[in-house]
């Protein structure tokens, strides 16, 4: 194959299963005959060699120069005038398109590029992909922190069921007392009739009254006791965006007969307004994906191919990070008839063939991952990562693998992954204009206002009692990320950056019976130092 970019070197060092140094691909683009140094290189490198650094090839180079064996060639070395030397092409891939801004307002509208076609074999036609090579990382100035993956303890039982939900209370709460004059139930119910209370409790029933006001039955460690919101105050609207099991404060006054309490304020733990996001002290960016869908026959894999080729290019120089919510592969019997839509039937082969995949990402990258849930994880949240069996296979890079939810901590700046399953259950739950598949970062603000990305049990979302409930936001985020909804959004909720990334798989049948039209092949970007966003499209 001709090998004529440092892109197509990678890639044939990736095929052979290899990852290499920046200046190792560098090295033998710039050969006189780059496939004759790649054949020389693969044969005299060591056997344990996983990373093929720049010394293994100018080993091959220096000896082969020194042997006479380049002498007689016509094609002239590139020297230092030819590298300065304009590109014939155009090597640009941004069409400089923006999208639009965010309905929410809060976010700066993200720029939309195009993806650089990609060059070489296995259907990967065209020769679009620029000439100029990417700068290597200094893995001196990388930085990441994970917080997050579990190892499972859960029995089932009541008793921890009991647990988990008395820690989400307490961790809730904390959060909510600062802001209420807090008494127990118990206390309450004995205070006289017409006194001002206040409480912090967790939702156990919403419903409406014959009159059409709402009665919110809040649960604290204590008990329970009625909360009464009346539908002309201008708090009634918050009602419609409440779920079972989340926590929240309310104020107000108590009925005549104390056996009430009339609702005047209602607080979620929310993101304080004021919140000031980190950020890294370098100009430095992350590629956040998610849902690849691997062994699927929708899997987009021209589209990755034409990522993972620019990301080797000069306008991917600062991206450094690779982070990935979940889905990387297909999965096997996750919904009705799927085995009918899967390209690659067995599992484990789906994971092998998506580290193949990952191989292309360039090496100085650093990539995590959490799973997803058509990944071979429990489904139950949190879920704990992948193990040893998947980890051994998805090798490529060091990938650091973590559970589902996790916060990373990129260069100072705090990321929360979670694939996003219960997504499904905040949009079916709250009105279109609150949460909806279109605009998937509306839902994520809910989960963000609930400190919790997960509140509703006994949903359409399994949850697992732990020890502790992991699925809490203690601290806030300073970029959330999800995927799951196969839609693309982005926007910011009091400063607090969410993404939810789209997808590499294009529609199935089963998505197109439930009237689900995939977003394929964006990858948002972020600049880990402004938290500017700007969107490639890829497709």
């Known amino acids: 194959m001709p090998l004529e970019t440092p892109v197509h070197v990678a890639n044939e060092l990736a095929s052979h299963g290899y990852n290499a140094e920046p200046e190792a691909v560098t090295l033998l683009a710039s050969a006189s005959d780059p496939a004759g140094a790649l054949e020389r290189t693969l044969e005299t490198v060591p056997d344990d060699a996983v990373v093929l650094t720049a010394d293994h090839v100018k080993e091959v180079v220096d000896t082969r120069s020194r042997s006479g064996g380049s002498a007689d060639r016509t094609d002239p070395e590139p020297t230092a005038a030819d590298a300065d030397a304009p ?3 155009d090597p640009s891939v941004s069409t400089g398109t923006a999208a639009n801004e965010s309905q929410d307002g809060g976010a700066s509208a993200a720029v939309e590029t195009k993806g650089v076609g990609a060059g070489g074999e296995g259907g990967r036609s065209g020769d679009t992909a620029p000439s100029d090579g990417r700068t290597p990382a200094d893995p001196d100035q990388q930085s990441i922190a994970i917080e997050g993956d579990i190892q499972s303890t859960g029995t089932g039982e ?3 069921f009991v647990s988990v939900f008395r820690d989400r209370y307490e961790k809730l709460s904390k959060q909510l007392r600062g802001r209420v004059n807090h008494r127990p139930t118990d ?15 967790m939702v156990s029933d919403i419903r409406s009254t014959a009159s059409g006001h709402w009665l919110v039955e809040l649960e604290d460690t204590n008990g329970t006791f009625p909360c009464l919101v009346m539908k002309d105050r201008d708090i009634a609207d918050l009602v419609n965006e409440l779920l079972l099991d989340e926590v929240i404060a309310v104020d107000g006054t108590l009925a005549d007969d104390g056996g009430i309490l009339f609702v005047d304020s209602l607080y979620f733990p929310e993101i304080p307004r004021t919140y000031e996001p980190s950020t890294a002290d370098r100009d430095v960016e992350a590629a956040l994906i998610s849902d690849v869908h691997v062994g699927s026959q929708e899997f987009e894999a021209d589209a990755w191919h034409r990522f993972t080729d620019w990301l080797h290019t000069a306008d991917a120089d600062r991206v450094e990070y690779l982070l990935i919510a979940g889905d990387m592969v297909e999965g096997v ?7 009918e839509e899967l390209d690659i039937v067995d599992i484990y082969e789906q994971y092998e063939r998506f580290s193949e995949y990952l191989k292309e990402v360039p090496g100085d990258m650093e990539i995590i991952m959490i799973p997803g849930n058509h990944d071979a994880v429990r489904l139950a949240e949190p879920q704990p990562a992948f193990d040893e069996d998947l980890r051994d296979i998805m090798t490529a890079h060091d990938a650091r693998i973590s559970g589902n939810p996790s916060t990373v901590t990129v260069e100072g700046v705090d990321v929360l992954m979670y694939h996003g399953v219960s997504l499904d259950e905040v949009i079916a739950e709250l009105p279109d204009e609150k949460a909806s598949y279109d605009e998937p970062h509306k839902p994520m603000y809910q989960l963000l ?12 979302t ?7 409930d992991y699925l809490v936001m203690e601290s806030v985020p300073d970029i959330f990320h999800t995927g799951h909804v196969h839609k693309l959004g982005y926007g910011k909720y009091h400063n607090v950056l969410a993404i939810n990334s789209g997808c590499w798989q294009a529609q199935t049948d089963f998505q197109k019976s439930v009237n689900i039209d995939p977003d394929v092949a964006f990858a948002p970007i972020v600049s880990l130092d402004t938290l500017d966003l700007r969107i490639h499209d890829f497709e």
Do not use: C, W
Request: proline residues 11%; charged residues 25%.
């Open 187 to 201: 206390a309450i119910e004995s205070m006289p009739g017409n006194s001002e209370a206040a409480m912090v409790g």
């Open 87 to 89: 590109p014939t092409e």
């Open 449 to 460: 206002k609930k400190r919790h990305v997960a509140p509703q049990f006994g949903g359409q």
């Open 158 to 160: 009541y008793s921890d």
């Open 462 to 468: 399994r949850l697992a009692p732990e020890e502790e």
């Open 333 to 339: 019997g996750v919904y009705p008839n799927q085995d």
